[in-house]
């Protein structure tokens, strides 16, 4: 069946970057997401990567699939406290099927 | 465009009512998602729907939802009765085959 992993938390300093992780298991997904959720709000889509591609660049922010691997990474370059949030990834077929969040701390 | 519209956005009711959630898709979106979040379970899939046909309600939790779409602009989720277990955020979501928008979300409060 469908599953989707992150790791639960990271922490970084203002100014780095973050390299939020995920795994998945359906190698038919055709789409792959990256959602943000900051408090008390609903999902942003923030990026999405079509399942034939390698990587796609928008701004600070960078996906990676490693479709072997059924592996996909977002990394946000110059962190800025304001993108402290959850970050979810996803990945879909039909329907679209959630991880479990990754919280991001950025740290002054 | 206004997004996807849901409503209440917030809802608090006693045990044992009947509840009603709203949402409105995109227009021109055929696919419409209702999904549920609490900290324990993180997001669920409750059902979907393409071109107002439910197409997988594989997570609704028991009998007591329902959810139906009678017009392509338009779904309902109901609980009735309702539990403090059903107490969650909850979201729907519209596509028309690539990226997903979500609603601002009910926030439910079974007391």
């Known amino acids: 069946g469908e599953d989707v992993e992150q790791s639960l938390f990271l922490s970084v300093r203002e100014g780095d970057s973050s390299v939020i992780n995920c795994t998945y298991t359906d190698s038919s997904s055709t789409y792959l997401y990256w959602y943000k959720q900051e408090p008390g709000a609903g999902l942003q889509l923030l990026t999405y990567?079509?399942?034939?591609?390698d990587m796609k660049q928008d701004q600070r922010l960078t996906v990676l699939l490693n479709k072997k691997d059924k592996h996909l990474s977002l990394r946000i370059a110059d962190t800025q406290t304001g993108d402290s949030a959850i970050y979810f990834c996803?990945?879909?077929?039909?329907?679209?099927?959630f991880g479990t969040g990754t919280r991001l701390q950025v740290f002054p | 465009d206004a997004g996807v519209i849901q409503s209440p956005r917030h809802e608090v009711t006693e045990m044992g009512q009947e509840v009603t959630l709203r949402c409105k898709p995109i227009s021109g979106h055929d696919y419409l998602f209702w999904y549920r979040q609490t900290m324990m379970r993180g997001l669920e899939l409750l059902i979907y729907?393409?071109?107002?046909?439910?197409?997988?309600d594989s997570g609704m939790p028991e009998d007591r939802f329902s959810a139906k779409m009678p017009n392509a602009s338009f779904s309902t989720l109901k609980i009735q009765p309702s539990e403090p277990r059903d107490s969650a955020v909850y979201f729907c979501a519209s596509t028309r085959g690539d990226g997903y928008t979500f609603g601002s979300g009910t926030r439910l409060t079974v007391v």
């Open positions: 729907f393409n071109n107002n046909v439910p197409i997988d």
């Open positions: 996803a990945e879909s077929t039909d329907k679209l099927i």
């Open positions: 990567i079509f399942s034939n591609m």
